[in-house]
């Protein structure tokens, strides 16, 4: 721990003490007991899901009272149908192959000395999240497949959702033999439990922050503990001159649509002046048969009575909400520009039958995930394959793009003589 102890109470320096002991077991155990602690957990959240959606109730009649947002709302809620993804998403984790001793590299070199880089847990995990009691299952689900131990802080929104989640899985890390401090959650210390998990060098090897900008931005800025960068979504998908409209049209509606309260659901569509007539009118339609408001440039507020004229700010805004903002561009390079402009680095989409734009959005666009023809809510860990997903990383180091289990390991050199000694 560093110098900062003396600012944490004893109690919580000890529950993350415990954890810390509890990884070191964690990461002695066998696949085969992590493997088995998903699958009790996975047995126990669906035995208990009504135990879990009653709590669920309390936290939603509670920022409903409180007048938390839709969105937040939506992030917050946990149906049957969600917990039992929950419990899927379990399922998938558990069949993916163990990164834990994988080999990344290796050599043997001139003297006889094998030389190996191998995976290896980071140890402790700690999150910091928002409303999104589904993390409370996913990151712990991706992180004991991993070897690593979490501490949680879930935020206030969720508190009884996440408090039952962790009861849950604690009682089952026990019944296959693991230490129950696996996972902990600080929640109960308030804003202090998120503070010492920032402060708490030496007993959390990472922290993962996922939220709003500006939890994540003070996740990063206060932590003395290494953090993984999650970032806030300003999403663009870009229609080409040469966009399909019914293809373009469909996309757009599902990005926007399918979910919009989250990371990778749109926010900015650009429209090249050539496809304009053929497109908008389509698109425009079927948004706003769903309830969505398009905000737009003033050439688009011409064409679509029902717009209303954008600011300034707009542009980049995540609003994840049923809102979408729409702009006239001239070319492939307005549009990248733009890009570059507001964007957070997430995910931009082109749609287009022209392979040369397509190759050239691809190469220039600077996001951790570039897309053509496609949804952007494709950028998704369960959806790439990964099983559940720690987040979506917006930065350049270690990992970017949806995070699951290799991304929750480090390396470490194993070197293997037979009595050599350096000249």
């Known amino acids: 721990m560093n110098a900062t102890d003396r600012e944490i109470p004893a109690e919580l320096v000890a529950r993350l003490q415990d954890t810390k002991n509890a990884s070191r077991d964690l990461a002695r155990s066998s696949a085969a007991t992590r493997d088995a602690a998903l699958a009790a957990i996975a047995t126990a959240v669906a035995a208990q899901a009504d135990v879990v959606t009653q709590a669920n109730e309390r936290d939603l009649e509670r920022g409903a ?8 709302r939506d992030r917050l809620r946990l149906t049957p149908e969600r917990v039992q993804g929950l419990v899927d998403a ?11 001793g994988d ?4 050599m043997t070199l001139p003297n006889g000395l094998q030389v190996s880089q191998v995976r290896v847990p980071f140890g402790v995990v700690g999150a910091i999240y928002e409303a999104r009691p589904n993390v409370t299952v996913d990151i712990t689900a991706l992180a004991i497949k991993s070897g690593n131990a979490v501490a949680l802080r879930g935020g206030s929104a969720a508190e009884e959702t996440n408090k039952a989640l962790v009861e849950i899985m604690r009682e089952a890390l026990v019944s296959v033999g693991l230490p129950a401090a696996v996972v902990t959650s600080v ?10 998990l920032m402060r708490s060098r030496g007993l959390i090897d990472v922290l993962i922050p996922r939220g709003s900008a500006s939890l994540i931005e003070s996740v990063v800025t206060q932590s003395t503990v290494p953090v993984i960068e999650t970032g806030a979504g300003v999403v663009h998908i870009f229609i080409d001159a040469s966009a ?3 293809s373009a049209t469909d996309i757009v509606h599902n990005a926007k649509v399918q979910r919009p309260s989250v990371c990778n659901s749109v926010e900015t569509v650009l429209i090249h002046r050539e496809a304009l007539g053929r497109v908008l009118p389509h698109l425009a339609a079927k948004l706003l048969a769903s309830g969505v408001t398009i905000h737009a440039d003033p050439q688009i507020c011409a064409l679509i009575p029902e717009a209303v004229a954008a600011t300034d700010e707009i542009w980049g805004r995540e609003a994840l909400s049923l809102d979408i903002s729409l702009k006239v561009v001239e070319s492939l390079d ?3 520009e733009h890009i570059e402009t507001y964007s957070t680095h997430h995910t931009e989409s082109i749609l287009t039958q022209d392979m040369q734009n397509a190759e050239r959005f691809l190469l220039e666009v600077d996001s951790a995930a570039v897309m053509v023809n496609a949804s952007t809510r494709f950028t998704d ?3 790439f394959g990964f099983g559940a997903e720690v987040g979506i990383s917006t930065q350049k180091l270690h990992a970017r793009g949806p995070m699951g289990l290799p991304e929750l390991t480090s390396t470490k050199w194993i070197v293997r ?6 000249p």
């Open 187 to 196: 929640d109960d210390f308030g804003r202090e439990g998120a503070n010492a």
């Open 244 to 246: 399909d409209a019914k």
């Open 65 to 72: 009272a409180e007048g938390m947002a839709e969105s937040l």
């Open 90 to 100: 379990l399922g998938v984790v558990r069949s993916l192959a163990d990164p834990v």
């Open 334 to 336: 307005e549009a990248l």
């Open 417 to 422: 003589g037979s009595g050599q000694i350096r």
């Open 381 to 383: 860990g369960g959806e």
């Open 103 to 106: 080999v990344v590299r290796g």
